[in-house]
């Protein structure tokens, strides 16, 4: 998440803000409107029941097992991969 600033106070401000901002869009919109967050801005949850919601959420929306394949085809080696696209899309040889 982009900070604006070097403060230690207003950056934990604008930190806990988003989140309660994300939080009530989340609960109140998401489901309602099909939306979802642009994938820049896709918090990795650190709580494993929230991250399972995530998880499914996605493959709801996006075809996860497809992608999946497509990555292990075209990137054996996960060159172009990352921890957060790992978490939010595990392979089920991953999981």
Known sequence: MYLPTMDARQRKEITEEFFHYRRL??????DKYSSYEHWAKIEVPKDKDELVALQARLRRRFPVDEYNKARKELDPNGILSNNMLGKLFPSPDTI
């Open 25 to 30: 869009s989340q609960t109140q919109l998401w």
